[in-house]
C-alpha cells in the first residue's frame, strides 16, 4: 500500500499561472481533505470531499477549486496562482468510522512558490 | 482567539528528561481530541488519540480536561528520536471529520 500520494513534491508557478495538484489513496477511504500549512498558522482546510462526486468548502477556500471525479482521487485546482497561496499543500484521507474523529492519513506534501 | 492554542516553544531537554506540553481549546462542543506528531519538512502523523479517562501509549501520557478546556501530552524518558513538532488537534462532529489543528509546539532533545 502506498497510503496517500501526492503529485507534484514542488512546483514554482509565476502570477497568474493555473495548475492542478493531484492527491491519490489506496485505502478505499471515503472522505479526502486539501489542507495547506503556513509558518506560525498550522493547517488549515481549505476544501474536503465526503466521497466520489461531493466537494465542500474548508475555512480558506477562496482561490481554490477541488474534483473527486474517483473516490482514490481529489484534485485541486489553483486557476490564478498568487504569491499568497506560496505554501505547503498537504492531502489527507479518512474512513467514516461512525464516530467523530476518524485518524486522517496525510500525503507527504507539496512545496509551492508562486513569485 | 484561536480555537486551538499551544506554546510554540522550542522546548529544549536533554534526553532522558519527562517533558509535558499543554493545549487549549476553544469550542466546549468538541468531542475528539488528538496529538499528531511532525517531524521537519514532513507530513503529520497520529501519535495517539486523548481520552476523557486518559491514555497511556509507551513513554506517552495523554489527559483531557474538559472542564478547563485542555489538552496535555507527557513524553517520560526523552530520545532523540523523539524531536519534532507535536500538534494538538481537536475535531467537531460533523458531516466530516474536520479537523481543526493548533500551531505545534516544538520539541528538540538533545544528548
Known amino acids: 500500500n502506498a497510503g496517500v500520494t501526492q503529485t507534484p513534491k514542488f512546483r514554482v508557478l509565476k502570477t497568474g499561472q493555473s495548475m492542478t495538484l493531484l492527491c491519490a489513496q489506496d485505502?478505499?477511504?471515503?472522505?479526502m481533505y486539501w489542507y495547506r500549512q503556513d509558518p506560525g498558522m498550522g493547517l488549515r482546510l481549505i476544501h474536503y470531499?465526503?466521497?466520489?462526486?461531493?466537494?465542500a468548502k474548508g475555512e480558506v477556500p477562496d482561490g481554490y477549486n477541488v474534483s473527486r471525479l474517483k473516490k482514490q482521487n481529489f484534485l485541486l485546482g489553483l486557476e490564478s496562482a498568487a504569491p499568497s497561496q506560496t505554501s505547503v499543500y498537504f492531502c489527507?484521507?479518512?474512513?467514516?468510522?461512525?464516530?467523530?474523529?476518524?485518524?486522517?492519513?496525510f500525503g507527504p506534501g507539496t512545496r509551492l512558490l508562486v513569485l | 482567539r484561536k480555537e486551538v492554542e499551544q506554546d510554540p516553544g522550542p522546548f529544549n531537554v536533554p534526553e532522558g528528561a519527562t517533558v509535558a506540553f499543554n493545549c487549549t481549546y476553544s469550542n466546549s462542543a468538541s468531542q475528539s481530541f488528538f496529538w499528531y506528531r511532525q517531524d521537519c519538512r514532513k507530513e503529520p502523523k497520529l501519535l495517539m488519540s486523548?481520552?476523557?479517562s486518559g491514555n497511556e501509549d509507551g513513554r506517552f501520557t495523554a489527559q483531557l480536561n474538559r472542564a478547563s478546556q485542555y489538552i496535555s501530552l507527557l513524553i517520560r524518558d526523552s530520545k532523540l528520536s523523539d524531536s519534532a513538532t507535536y500538534l494538538c488537534?481537536?475535531?467537531?462532529?460533523?458531516?466530516?471529520?474536520?479537523?481543526?489543528f493548533g500551531t505545534g509546539t516544538r520539541l528538540q532533545v538533545t544528548l
Open positions: 488537534v481537536v475535531n467537531r462532529a460533523g458531516t466530516a471529520s474536520k479537523l481543526t
Open positions: 470531499s465526503v466521497g466520489e462526486g461531493t466537494t
Open positions: 486523548v481520552y476523557s
Open positions: 489527507a484521507s479518512s474512513y467514516p468510522s461512525g464516530l467523530p474523529g476518524e485518524t486522517q492519513y
Open positions: 485505502m478505499n477511504h471515503e472522505y
